[in-house]
């Protein structure tokens, strides 16, 4: 599983918006929702509902954003304790 596919998850998620989390990230909305399609064919499960201009997410997506968010913070405090030891 890739982790800039979760990135692109999370941003998402937390957006509501391909469009807007390819902005934060820097990629494009096409971009983003390759990842997306990816992980989902990875996971075998939808995350998200798309319909016209709204995206929601899937009752699995809502389980599974708590754990990603986790796992991002973890690598975030792991780095940070890794970078005080200089």
Do not use: W
Request: charged share 25%; glycine share 2%; net charge positive.
């Amino acid at each position: 599983m890739s982790l800039n596919a979760l990135l692109c998850f999370e941003a998402s998620a937390r957006h509501l918006s391909f469009t807007v989390a390819a902005a934060e990230l820097n990629v494009t909305q096409t971009a983003i929702s390759h990842q997306i399609r990816r992980l989902e064919l990875e996971l075998g499960i939808k995350l998200f509902v798309r319909q016209n201009r709204a995206l929601t997410l899937t009752p699995e997506a809502r389980e599974y954003l708590p754990g990603v968010r986790a796992a991002f913070n973890d690598l975030r405090l792991a780095t940070d304790r890794l970078q005080r030891r200089d």
